[in-house]
């Protein structure tokens, strides 16, 4: 090995003293006045095209605003739309490009009847049969797919389910969640098992869209997010059902639990230590005593008081005072401790008065801290 | 003699073609990380972490030292981020001058019974303020006896800090409106844990500036810190997200970085002494990451989300450059056990031996090749007509690489407004080998000589001119 490395350490020095300078020299000069011109004309492509598109913008716009002004907002028109009048050449694909541009931003701007008025502009200058085209070819490309989802879900088009089925299956994350995103927006929560029977490989950014999708849309049922929840399953999946379950106060504690004993030091188990106490696990509230003498992370021991002050039945209150008492106790322990006795305050209330008179020092300025007003927030 | 004078030129040849290999990787390295932030910008909405009910919720500390003058503006622009959670804390850190009351006038602010954990070493704090004004409950200010160091300020700050993010910052530095957006983005995108996330910096001198929030960034006036802007968008677009790209960044700027608080405490915090804090942080962060035998990800993300005043003066710059070469020589020396380690796997084995290479002996390799050069002008060894075709070369290659990050910059963020401001910049690439890098090796070299001698260092104050040009009052440019 030595000696190979040997040799090829000598033959690079036998090429540099003998003509490998010169040679190498000439080489590097060659090729980068080469790549620099490509570069250069590169960027002076782009800055061409980006001022074809804003040139285009600028005379496309004042008309188009025009008209939907007169059409949509004056003459209160929902289809039909002279679009002629218009007088753009929809076949090319900057000025297309452009239109689509404008509409998106009516339309994210203007809601109600009105809004439902530009959708059928949008599909009457066929701009939905242009985004079904574009999700049919060019599934490979990210940006083009889950923009063009993204109008169709605005518009409320349908699309072919296989289609659907391919872009749910894609290896692309984020292809997988715009095609999520557009059956929750379009079929809402027919689509729920559809939806959050194919999630997977997906990030935190991912499960936090998913979310506000969900929450956005008109869904006020009872429908049972905790199912989806399994030990195997990631972080971010599983993180975006206790969400749900979280908003919609769907309460299933035994699912919860299931996720905790999994692996008590992992992220998936303290997100449902906390959903416990924002759910008001009323029946867990001896169990997460008992966790916090088994666990060993600050972390998760912070997530348990944290959930014991949520619960806050009242049979917590001696633990609680003994772990504030502790002085040994690191003081975020201690802190988080006193903070939920605090909030079981009806069972609470004569003791924390009587801390109040007993404690000093440091404890005093503890108690003094948490109760401040303007500090609750911290 | 022969012998020992091919060997030597064998030697500088050798590292050069490296550094030019490594700077070529990084160039395609980076076009494919600016590549694929782009195409994740492209499929997704900005709003949704700005809209979500759930979104993480980051604290930023921003120390300050005497910044009477722009306290309450820069204050202010902290305060209008576009984020759904999160709180300010300013440290003052010991301000001779009005900061303090400054603040408590301005904002209303009370002191408050707030009893301190001191999970990293800082020193004592004095007192906590909070506002009355429900507008700016948000606000906390940290009163604290001077550390003699940003460092030990922005401990007491993470000390204070509420929330599981932390992001580090200059109290005079200008943030975009979104900066938390697009760095929340960034972590929680990732596949491991980011421990750290930076952004894009530039200079705020002469840009235009309303109610401390950026309204149009412009090219600075003064021309060293016009230099800075070049030399901060080619490290910025070019090297760091070359790195990033194979999750190798070495450093995330003081100006701004969003960091796990989790792990920066279990890191110690920042080290008061060291004179390299950021990359001090980072690099004990990643070390931790290793020791712990998790994963991690270190991230960058391309858009420039802050904007900070330069030093414009040559002394100012050479004592700011000669504190970061100080503080590199310091990390090398503390944490060499990290040298080509396989237990800290990338960072041991690649980003590691990097700085050690091409950042910290650069400055040395270059004056040895100029004495080197003059050497072989004075004994007639020099083949004049190579050496003039690799001198073109050279400066080719560096103002090729540096108008190209200005001209992509320019092309995907458009964070100019005057075609000029462009071109000028693009210019200067071509003063910059003969004025702005030989400012930067002296000052490198004096640090590291100041550094080896031991010599003490005096953190001295940034004059704050308060650059950012304000709007008149009906909005015109002055």
Redesign the interface.
């Known amino acids: 090995m030595l000696s190979t490395l040997g040799y090829i350490i000598h033959d690079i020095r036998a090429f540099f003293e003998g003509n490998g300078w010169p040679v190498f020299v000439i080489v590097a000069l060659v090729l980068s006045v080469f790549f620099w011109t490509a570069c250069l004309i590169g960027i002076a492509f782009f800055y061409y095209r980006d001022y074809r598109y804003r040139r285009a913008y600028s005379r496309i716009y004042p008309a188009l605003r025009d008209f939907i002004y007169e059409y949509i907002l004056v003459e209160n028109r929902t289809s039909h739309f002279p679009v002629d009048k218009l007088g753009l050449d929809l076949d090319n694909k900057l000025v297309s490009k452009v239109v689509r541009h404008i509409l998106h931003d009516f339309i994210f701007t203007i809601g109600g009847e009105k809004g439902q008025s530009m959708r059928h502009l949008f599909n009457e200058l066929g701009f939905d049969k242009e985004s079904q085209y574009e999700i049919r070819h060019s599934a490979t490309n990210i940006v083009t797919t889950v923009r063009s989802l993204a109008n169709l879900a605005l518009m409320k088009v349908s699309i072919q389910d296989t289609i659907l089925d391919r872009l749910q299956k894609s290896p692309q994350a984020e292809i997988r969640v715009a095609a999520s995103k557009y059956l929750l927006q379009v079929e809402g929560e027919q689509a729920f098992d559809k939806v959050f029977d194919g999630l997977y490989g997906i990030s935190q950014l991912h499960a936090l869209d998913i979310f506000q999708t969900v929450v956005q849309g008109n869904y006020y049922g009872d429908y049972a997010f905790s199912q989806w929840l399994e030990v195997s399953k990631s972080f971010a999946v599983n993180s975006l059902f206790m969400d749900l379950m979280v908003y919609y106060q769907e309460l299933n504690e035994a699912q919860l639990w299931t996720l905790i004993t999994a692996d008590k030091e992992s992220k998936t188990a303290l997100k449902a230590i906390n959903s416990l106490g924002k759910l008001l696990a009323k029946d867990s509230e001896e169990r997460l005593q008992a966790l916090y003498t088994e666990e060993s992370s600050l972390a998760a021991k912070l997530e348990i008081l944290k959930a014991l002050g949520r619960v806050g039945q009242g049979k917590s209150i001696d633990f609680l005072n003994g772990l504030f008492m502790d002085a040994n106790l690191p003081l975020s322990l201690r802190k988080h401790a006193y903070r939920s006795l605090v909030a079981q305050k009806p069972y609470s209330s004569a003791l924390l008065r009587k801390i109040e008179e007993q404690v000093d020092g440091e404890e005093r300025k503890l108690v003094r801290s948490i109760n401040h007003p303007m500090v609750h927030y911290i | 003699m022969t012998h020992f004078i091919?060997s030597v030129?064998?030697i500088f040849?050798?590292y050069c073609l490296l550094l030019?290999a490594v700077y070529v990787m990084l160039f395609r390295m980076s076009s494919l990380s600016i590549r694929r932030n782009l195409?994740?910008r492209?499929?997704?909405?900005i709003q949704?972490?700005l809209?979500?009910?759930?979104?993480p919720g980051v604290s930023i500390v921003a120390p300050a030292y005497n910044e009477s003058v722009t306290i309450v503006n820069n204050v202010r622009s902290l305060m209008t981020l576009f984020y759904p959670r999160y709180?300010v804390v300013i440290v003052n850190d010991g301000s001779k001058d009005d900061t303090l009351p400054k603040l408590i006038k301005e904002f209303d602010l009370?002191a408050?019974?707030?009893?301190v954990?001191y999970l990293v070493p800082c020193k004592e704090i004095k007192g906590?303020y909070?506002s009355?004004d429900i507008s700016h409950?948000?606000l906390?200010v940290v009163d604290k006896i001077n550390g003699g160091s940003k460092a030990d300020a922005v401990n007491a700050g993470i000390n204070?800090a509420?929330f599981p993010y932390i992001l580090n910052t200059d109290v005079d530095c200008v943030l975009a409106n979104d900066t938390l957006v697009y760095l929340m983005?960034a972590v929680?995108?990732?596949?491991e844990r980011v421990i750290a996330v930076g952004a894009t910096l530039r200079m705020s001198n002469s840009s235009y500036v309303d109610s401390g929030m950026l309204v149009e960034a412009a090219l600075p006036k003064p021309i060293l810190a016009r230099f800075q802007e070049m030399e901060y968008i080619r490290s910025y677009l070019l090297g760091k997200m070359g790195w990033n790209y194979l999750n190798c960044i070495p450093n995330v700027s003081g100006g701004l970085g969003l960091f796990d608080k989790?792990i920066l405490i279990a890191a110690g915090g920042y080290d008061p002494k060291s004179l390299g804090e950021d990359m001090e942080m980072v690099t004990r962060m990643c070390m931790k990451m290793c020791d712990n035998n998790e994963k991690y990800e270190v991230k960058y993300i391309p858009q420039t989300l802050c904007w900070t005043e330069g030093p414009d003066s040559l002394k100012m710059l050479t004592r700011q450059r000669i504190r970061w070469a100080r503080g590199l020589m310091q990390i090398m020396r503390t944490h060499r056990k990290a040298f080509f380690n396989p237990s800290y796997k990338r960072f041991g084995l690649v980003v590691f031996p990097y700085n050690a290479i091409f950042e910290f002996f650069a400055p040395i390799m270059e004056i040895l090749g100029i004495f080197f050069y003059i050497y072989l002008i004075l004994t007639n060894g020099i083949n004049w007509q190579?050496a003039i075709?690799?001198l073109?070369?050279v400066y080719?290659?560096s103002v090729?690489l540096t108008s190209?990050s200005i001209?992509?910059d320019n092309?995907v963020y458009k964070y100019y407004k005057r075609r000029q401001d462009i071109v000028r910049l693009c210019l200067t690439a071509f003063l910059e080998p003969f004025i702005y890098h030989p400012i930067i090796v002296y000052s490198s070299i004096k640090g590291y000589i100041q550094e080896l001698f031991g010599k003490k260092h005096a953190w001295g104050e940034m004059k704050r001119k308060g650059t950012l040009t304000p709007l008149s009052p009906n909005g015109a440019k002055k």
Do not use: N, P
């Open positions: 091919s030129e064998f040849g050798l030019l195409r994740q492209g499929s997704r909405r949704t972490l809209e979500s009910e759930i979104a709180e009370v408050v019974d707030f009893l954990d906590i909070k009355r409950k948000h906390t204070v509420a983005e929680l995108d990732a596949k989790e190579m075709l690799l073109v070369f080719m290659f090729f190209f001209l992509l092309y």
